[in-house]
């Protein structure tokens, strides 16, 4: 036999050190392509999760359009009846409801002087019963919308910033809508949110 076309042992070790790489390459190969994958359908699943969160909020919100909640009636929950809400919002406010104006009345839980949600057949009733609770101010009972809990989070990062805002009394800031107006400039929730972390990690450095 040739003594050339013997492989020598150098010969060997290269060839295994060359077969481990391929299969070490190989390898991570099938791993990145694998782990994108998965991040592809995370980024899928994502999108999914929030297109249905969207879309259960809208149908969150449209449900309570006409809704109110009453605070501070101080009745046992046996006592609480359309009746009643009349009753006493047409002696607190300038306003004639009738019980064809309430579509239902829930209770918010069971304890006595707990929060009472009142349905109304339009929204229009609903806004004119908000216009007058101006009239409670000092009184025991007060009103406010029926929101989601998006809607309470949102409200509360508002009210944050405007209680900010309200150190500078040169500067007019107040909230309308779903906006935190300052001066000439409004914001969304989003982009108070985006502000507030950037001005976070600038503070950290």
Do not use: W
């Not at 980024?43 to 297109?51: G, M």
């Not at 101010?137 to 405007?162: M, P, V, W």
């Not at 000439?184 to 950290?204: E, I, R, W």
């Amino acid at each position: 036999m040739d003594s050339e076309t013997v492989p020598t042992i150098q010969d060997l070790y290269k060839e295994i050190v060359r077969n481990r790489t391929e299969i070490k390459e190989f390898i991570e190969l099938k791993i990145i392509t694998k782990i994108e994958a998965i991040e592809e359908r995370v980024k899928d699943v994502e999108i999914e999760n929030r297109e249905l969160r969207d879309r259960i909020e809208r149908l969150e919100r449209e449900s309570k359009r006409g809704n109110i909640i009453i605070f501070g009636l101080d009745k046992e929950v046996s006592y609480i009846s359309s009746e009643l809400v009349c009753e006493t919002l047409n002696s607190s406010l300038k306003i004639d409801l009738s019980g064809a104006d309430i579509a239902d009345v829930h209770t918010i839980g069971r304890n006595k002087n707990c929060p009472v949600k009142v349905e109304l057949p339009t929204v229009s009733k609903k806004l004119q019963i908000l216009s007058e609770g101006v009239e409670l101010k000092g009184k025991n009972i007060s009103i406010s919308r029926d929101l989601t809990l998006q809607q309470r989070q949102n409200l509360k990062t508002l009210r944050e910033h405007l209680a900010i805002a309200r150190n500078d009394p040169s500067v007019k800031s107040f909230i309308k809508g779903d906006k935190f107006v300052v001066g000439s400039k409004s914001y969304n929730v989003q982009q108070l949110t985006t502000f507030t972390k950037k001005t976070t990690k600038s503070t950290m450095k």
